[in-house]
């Protein structure tokens, strides 16, 4: 079955640390470009960053460049999102999500989300 | 850093009625636009991307028009399921920054 299975989101102290990561299944992972959006409660889909199949190229947004650091273990088929410093403002649930192809692409398969609580 | 501006916030429709919703960018995308539809509860789903092919399995009630900086989702003959949040997302320029429109929200009249 084609899916991702997003896991490590929970409850983090202000300034404090995460790595969430991405399971996918079902398709040739290294083949594609892969992105983490968040959507804080009752708010829209925010972009965060995109990794190249390879994982030479990152991107990010500017709420998180410095602060966040997306990699990917293509032997494992998983995404990670290392997220420091982080604030109430990061408070959201996180999705994975796959590119159609290349970084400039829609976003065709989505994973259910992580929570991730920014509180002390 | 391009700016997607989406129109209205709030669509009140009929059910069997049509709908059509707007997205506007700050300077042009060409056609690099994806729409998806959110349920409350459940991650997006891709609807149409190159701002006009549906993606797999999409109903053809849902079409997609537009490029440069204007771009409408309409769906015609509204069914219940179809009542969700809509974003669009541009994919166009580099460094892949994707930005999403703030969303609206089609809700049954």
């Known amino acids: 079955e084609v899916q991702l299975l997003e896991s490590g989101g929970g409850l983090v102290q202000p300034g404090g640390s995460l790595r969430l990561s991405c399971a996918a299944s079902?398709?040739?992972?290294?083949?594609?470009?892969m992105n983490w959006v968040r959507q804080a409660p009752g708010k829209g889909l925010e972009w965060v960053s995109v990794?190249?199949?390879?994982?030479?190229?990152?991107y990010y947004g500017d709420s998180v460049r410095g602060r966040f650091s997306i990699s990917r273990d293509n032997f494992k088929n998983t995404l990670y999102l290392r997220m420091n410093s982080l604030g109430a403002e990061d408070t959201a649930i996180y999705y994975c999500?796959?590119?159609?192809?290349?970084?400039?692409?829609?976003?065709?398969?989505w994973g259910q989300g992580t929570v991730v609580t920014v509180s002390s | 850093e391009i700016v997607m501006t989406q129109s209205p916030a709030t669509l009140s429709v009929s059910p069997g009625e049509g709908a059509t919703l707007s997205c506007r960018a700050s300077?042009?995308?060409?056609?690099?636009l994806a729409w998806y539809q959110q349920k409350p509860g459940q991650a997006p789903r891709l609807l149409i991307y190159?701002?006009?092919t549906r993606a797999s399995g999409i109903p053809i009630r849902f079409s997609g028009s537009g490029s440069g900086t204007e771009f409408s989702l309409t769906i015609s003959s509204l069914q219940s399921e179809d009542f969700a949040v809509y974003y669009c997302?541009?994919?166009?320029?580099?460094?892949?920054?994707?930005?999403f429109g703030q969303g609206t929200k089609l809700e049954i009249k």
């Open positions: 999500a796959k590119n159609q192809a290349g970084p400039l692409s829609g976003l065709d398969l």
């Open positions: 079902g398709f040739t992972f290294s083949n594609y470009a």
């Open positions: 990794i190249g199949g390879g994982g030479g190229s990152t």
């Open positions: 300077q042009s995308v060409s056609s690099n």
């Open positions: 190159g701002a006009s």
């Open positions: 997302q541009q994919y166009n320029n580099w460094p892949p920054l994707h930005t």
